[in-house]
Protein backbone atom coordinates (compact mmCIF):
# COMPACT_ATOMS: atom_id res chain seq x y z
CA UNK A 1 0.00 0.00 0.00
CA UNK A 2 2.29 2.73 0.86
CA UNK A 3 5.22 3.25 -1.80
CA UNK A 4 8.56 3.42 1.07
CA UNK A 5 9.74 2.25 3.84
CA UNK A 6 9.65 6.05 4.98
CA UNK A 7 5.82 6.81 4.62
CA UNK A 8 5.17 3.63 6.13
CA UNK A 9 7.96 4.34 9.29
CA UNK A 10 6.75 7.95 8.88
CA UNK A 11 3.45 6.72 9.70
CA UNK A 12 4.73 4.90 12.41
CA UNK A 13 5.89 7.25 14.17
CA UNK A 14 3.32 9.97 13.92
CA UNK A 15 0.97 7.32 15.08
CA UNK A 16 2.93 6.37 18.41
CA UNK A 17 3.32 10.59 18.93
CA UNK A 18 -0.38 10.70 18.97
CA UNK A 19 -1.55 8.65 21.37
CA UNK A 20 0.35 10.78 23.78
CA UNK A 21 -0.91 13.88 25.63
CA UNK A 22 -0.75 16.59 23.38
CA UNK A 23 3.14 18.71 23.66
CA UNK A 24 4.53 15.36 24.80
CA UNK A 25 8.07 14.56 23.93
CA UNK A 26 9.48 11.49 22.93
CA UNK A 27 12.90 10.61 22.05
CA UNK A 28 13.21 8.64 18.83
CA UNK A 29 14.92 5.15 20.35
CA UNK A 30 11.12 5.87 22.68
CA UNK A 31 8.95 5.45 19.83
CA UNK A 32 10.90 3.03 18.20
CA UNK A 33 11.03 0.87 21.62
CA UNK A 34 6.77 2.10 21.59
CA UNK A 35 6.33 1.23 17.64
CA UNK A 36 7.73 -2.27 19.00
CA UNK A 37 10.91 -1.91 17.27
CA UNK A 38 9.50 -2.86 14.05
CA UNK A 39 8.35 -1.78 10.54
CA UNK A 40 5.87 -3.63 8.40
CA UNK A 41 8.45 -5.70 6.83
CA UNK A 42 9.33 -7.21 10.52
CA UNK A 43 12.92 -5.18 10.85
CA UNK A 44 14.11 -3.22 13.35
CA UNK A 45 13.37 0.89 12.39
CA UNK A 46 16.94 2.39 12.36
CA UNK A 47 16.49 4.97 14.56
CA UNK A 48 19.00 7.13 12.59
CA UNK A 49 17.07 6.58 9.25
CA UNK A 50 14.05 7.57 11.08
CA UNK A 51 15.77 10.65 12.80
CA UNK A 52 16.31 11.97 9.02
CA UNK A 53 12.74 11.55 8.29
CA UNK A 54 11.67 13.35 11.39
CA UNK A 55 13.97 16.07 10.12
CA UNK A 56 11.64 16.72 7.27
CA UNK A 57 8.52 16.10 9.19
CA UNK A 58 9.81 18.94 11.47
CA UNK A 59 10.75 21.20 8.79
CA UNK A 60 7.15 20.96 7.33
CA UNK A 61 5.48 21.67 10.68
CA UNK A 62 3.72 18.66 11.10
CA UNK A 63 6.30 17.49 14.31
CA UNK A 64 8.39 20.24 16.70
CA UNK A 65 11.89 19.21 17.77
CA UNK A 66 12.54 19.12 21.26
CA UNK A 67 16.74 19.78 22.15
CA UNK A 68 17.63 18.81 25.58
CA UNK A 69 18.30 16.06 28.14
CA UNK A 70 14.82 15.28 27.51
CA UNK A 71 14.61 16.26 24.01
CA UNK A 72 12.94 14.16 21.30
CA UNK A 73 9.87 14.92 19.43
CA UNK A 74 6.43 15.71 19.83
CA UNK A 75 3.19 16.28 17.00
CA UNK A 76 3.14 19.95 15.62
CA UNK A 77 -0.99 19.46 14.81
CA UNK A 78 -3.73 17.19 14.98
CA UNK A 79 -3.52 14.15 13.09
CA UNK A 80 -6.87 15.88 11.39
CA UNK A 81 -4.67 18.76 10.26
CA UNK A 82 -1.67 16.73 8.17
CA UNK A 83 -2.27 15.99 4.53
CA UNK A 84 -1.05 12.68 4.46
CA UNK A 85 0.26 13.87 0.45
CA UNK A 86 2.57 16.29 2.96
CA UNK A 87 3.71 13.37 4.54
CA UNK A 88 4.81 11.48 1.37
CA UNK A 89 6.84 14.51 0.16
CA UNK A 90 8.58 14.89 3.33
CA UNK A 91 9.19 10.76 3.13
CA UNK A 92 10.70 12.47 -0.70
CA UNK A 93 12.28 15.02 0.38
CA UNK A 94 14.16 12.89 3.34
CA UNK A 95 14.92 10.24 0.87
CA UNK A 96 15.51 12.10 -2.62
CA UNK A 97 16.29 9.20 -5.60
CA UNK A 98 19.60 8.20 -6.52
CA UNK A 99 20.97 9.65 -9.66
CA UNK A 100 23.54 7.43 -12.00
CA UNK A 101 22.57 4.23 -11.16
CA UNK A 102 19.11 3.82 -12.65
CA UNK A 103 17.83 4.34 -16.21
CA UNK A 104 15.83 7.29 -17.66
CA UNK A 105 12.89 5.11 -18.21
CA UNK A 106 13.07 3.82 -14.75
CA UNK A 107 13.33 7.35 -12.68
CA UNK A 108 10.58 8.65 -14.75
CA UNK A 109 8.14 5.27 -14.31
CA UNK A 110 9.18 5.83 -10.39
CA UNK A 111 8.18 9.54 -10.30
CA UNK A 112 5.06 8.60 -12.60
CA UNK A 113 4.21 5.81 -9.87
CA UNK A 114 4.76 8.34 -6.75
CA UNK A 115 3.14 10.96 -8.55
CA UNK A 116 0.09 8.87 -9.17
CA UNK A 117 0.47 7.89 -5.43
CA UNK A 118 0.69 11.07 -4.11
CA UNK A 119 -2.79 11.89 -5.99
CA UNK A 120 -4.42 9.12 -4.25
CA UNK A 121 -3.56 10.88 -0.96
CA UNK A 122 -5.24 13.87 -2.47
CA UNK A 123 -7.87 15.09 0.35
CA UNK A 124 -6.90 12.10 3.33
CA UNK A 125 -4.91 13.41 6.43
CA UNK A 126 -2.62 11.62 8.91
CA UNK A 127 -6.03 10.36 10.46
CA UNK A 128 -7.06 8.34 7.68
CA UNK A 129 -4.24 5.83 7.80
CA UNK A 130 -3.71 6.10 11.78
CA UNK A 131 -5.87 4.97 14.26
CA UNK A 132 -5.28 6.28 18.00
Known sequence: MF?????LYALIGIGV????????VMSLDEIVEEAGCVGGDGKVIPSLFLRKIFKSLTEAGIL???RGMRGGF?????????????????CKAANPPKTGNKSTW???TS?????????SFSGKTAADYISV
Open 3 to 7: PTKEV
Open 17 to 24: LSKKPKDF
Open 64 to 66: KSH
Open 74 to 90: SLARQLEEIPAAEILRC
Open 106 to 108: MSK
Open 111 to 119: ASIRKDFES
